[in-house]
């Protein structure tokens, strides 16, 4: 089907990442975000997926908000690479004036959204906690600064604007019955490909919800003494359906894989709740939990820097207090 969508001026086009086949938590909160800022400026939802056309996928992004899907034409499925990427994202959003781009603020947006913005001559931010449309059908953005000390509010006047968002900013959509468009177009040729994959590190095993999207993560900092403390941890977040991360001296110190670091330089959180062990506060590592609902503290020394965050604090040795939170939660679990 040919690219028609010369009336288009104002769409907002979600570049959806996968996992496994099927569209990341994280894409349908863009898309629901999607629905909203394309209430404000009139124009259409547009999904980007870099996977071949799939008549389920088709259909999930359809009732998941999106008014037309762009799939990329291939042979077989291609893992993320951003020469195969941008030339695709560039092609279909250089016919999209005036369009505005989300993409989730992970690993491969945080590398994605900044060469798309300079190959397109855009304005970019990233790690975006809010996103909004001004009266002008600018993006506008707030995020953590300072650490996490404070927020700014930005305004891209350029377009096209590109925008990372942080995941659970934002609720997905209840599924609705919609028609969308499908449109399918042809990734970037071998021969224009000067870089080549030869091989990617394996991410460390681990039971339970990703980090980036559990509605409970359970944290470990240098209090918790060792490996060893991390087995309590997994303990009680298998307890209680959670996910397990660490501060960066945990992970610098080989206790827990960097995979799982949250703060500044690692993993940022936004959970209903985030149970930090042994974790001190320092503004570094709040600044990747400072979205959690609620922040419950265990902490022997009761002048920690994290009880000022924190919603509950609890003083005393973790090594009494998680096994004994943990029997009581089997209990009460039956």
């Not at 969508?5 to 990442?17: A, C, Q």
């Not at 996992?19 to 980007?48: F, N, Y």
């Not at 000067?194 to 991410?203: G, L």
């Not at 339970?208 to 209090?223: D, F, Q, W, Y």
Request: glycine fraction near 10%; hydrophobic fraction near 45%.
């Amino acid at each position: 089907m040919p690219l028609d969508m010369s009336s288009s001026t104002k769409d907002i086009v979600v570049v959806v990442e996968s996992a496994d086949g099927v569209p990341t938590g994280l894409s349908l909160e863009l898309l629901a975000l999607a629905r909203q800022l394309a209430g404000r400026t009139g124009g259409a939802v547009c999904a980007v997926t870099l996977e071949s056309s799939d008549a389920a996928r088709a259909e999930m992004l359809a009732t998941q908000g999106a008014d037309r899907i762009f799939c990329a034409v291939h042979t077989h499925e291609q893992a993320y690479e951003a020469e195969r990427w941008l030339p695709l994202l560039s092609e279909v959003i250089g016919r999209l004036p005036g369009a505005h781009v989300l993409l989730g603020h992970t690993a491969l947006g945080a590398e994605l959204g900044p060469r798309l913005a300079l190959r397109l001559d855009g304005a970019v931010a990233t790690a975006c906690e809010r996103v909004e449309i001004d009266d002008a059908a600018n993006l506008v953005i707030q995020r953590q600064c300072f650490g996490g000390k404070a927020r700014e509010v930005i305004t891209l006047c350029k377009s096209p604007s590109v925008a990372t968002v942080r995941a659970r900013m934002y609720e997905p959509l209840a599924p609705a019955p919609r028609q969308a468009q499908v449109v399918t177009v042809a990734l970037t040729s071998e021969s224009q490909i000067r870089t080549r994959v030869i091989d990617r590190a394996v991410e460390a095993q681990t039971k339970g919800p990703r980090l980036e999207t559990a509605k409970i993560v359970v944290g470990g900092g240098r209090g918790v003494g060792g490996p060893e403390g991390f087995r309590v941890l997994e303990r009680l977040a298998e307890a209680v359906g959670a996910a397990v991360g660490a501060s960066r001296v945990a992970c610098d110190l080989g206790w827990c894989p960097p995979s799982r670091q949250i703060g500044l330089s690692g993993r940022t959180i936004s959970p209903d709740l985030y149970i930090a062990v042994g974790i001190s506060g320092a503004s570094q590592h709040m600044a990747g939990c400072g979205k959690a609902r609620a922040i419950l503290a265990i902490n022997s020394d009761p002048e920690a820097a994290i009880f000022k965050d924190a919603t509950f604090g609890i003083v005393g040795d973790y090594q009494q207090i998680v096994p004994a939170l943990i029997e009581q939660l089997t209990r009460a679990s039956g």
